[in-house]
């Protein structure tokens, strides 16, 4: 395949990553051209094994991902109609994560590194999720902008809800996170409640299509002067509800509760990223991570024109190693390249705490 610049990025040398991802329950490859053009992507779920424990089990998890990797990889490469030899370095997922998991990726990663003589850059879980919005397929006719800086960027994941503004590539300044449960901690949990199953997202965004969003009035808390959030005041009103109809023997509404959370959930998101955004002079928005998957999270940040709004494609939303090849990409770029003792980093937050600013 020639290495043509069509998927260039400005300013960037060109170079295909192969990106690797086990950071938690999905074993996932990549190869991204340009850390834009996606070539291969690859995703196998471990949702079945975990889904009997309510969550992620770590030893079952890491375990699994020693089984499946080899093969994803391979998977991976012939999407792409590609060897190793035609890749530029290997981006693997360091953290945060679970430690047993995240080892099997970088040490696979490594392995690759080694064998071919390639760069071994470690990634950011969080600045993958960001960089997945950079992503198209490759046979699109037309690539669409990259996201332009300074960027809001909202990050709602299964383990993390953070406001941060780019000004650059790989330049954050925080603004907030969550006080107590992520956005899809927040729907897992409220999903467990309802009876829903394991991953909660999905379930409460299905039951809530029949469901009236106006039916209870839960609370939202935007915590006014601050970017931080809380879900943990909304998940107790919903508990609340529930232990009122159980009390009354009453069977639980569960359409009408699934679509109350879900609308206090988007309320707050969009309220305090538009006021940010607005705040910080943002040109754009960008909003990535599992929750960004959600049907009325995408329509409500989508259906305003007060800012071009950059979300990644549905398969791009949850885990997967198309964001760690488009983000290791722009850290190959940039130079940042890792060594082949680098260790695996479970806490790993996106910027040093001395980093994190205040509203
Ligand atoms: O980004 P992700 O795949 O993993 C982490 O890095 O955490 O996010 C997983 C989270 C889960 O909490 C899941 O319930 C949530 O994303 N999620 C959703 C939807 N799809 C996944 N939440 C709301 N609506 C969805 N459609
Ligand atoms: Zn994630």
Known sequence: MDKDNRHATTSFPPARILGIETSCDETAAAIVENGRALLSSVVTSQIDLHAKYGGVFPEVASRQHILTIYGVVEQALQQAHMSLKDIDAIAVTRGPGLAGSLVVGVNYAKGLALAEGLPLIGVNHLEGHIYSAWVYPVDVVEPPPAPRFPLLALLISGGHSELNLMYDHLTYEHLGA?????????????????????????????????????????????????WNFSFSGLKTAVLRVVRQFEAKKQELPVEDLAASFQAAVVDVLVTKTFQAARKYKAKEILVAGGVSANRAVRTAFLEQNEFPVHIPALSLCTDNAAMI???????????????LDMDVLPTWPLLPIEGRGSA
């Open 178 to 226: 969550t006080l107590d449960d992520a956005a899809g901690e927040a729907f897992d949990k409220v999903a467990r409640l309802l009876g829903l199953p394991y991953p909660g997202g999905p379930a409460i965004q299905k039951a809530a299509i029949n469901g009236n969003p106006h039916a209870f009035n839960f609370p939202r808390a935007r915590l006014e002067g601050s």
């Open 325 to 339: 090849a488009a983000a290791g990409y722009f850290r190959y770029a940039l130079g940042k390249h890792d060594s």
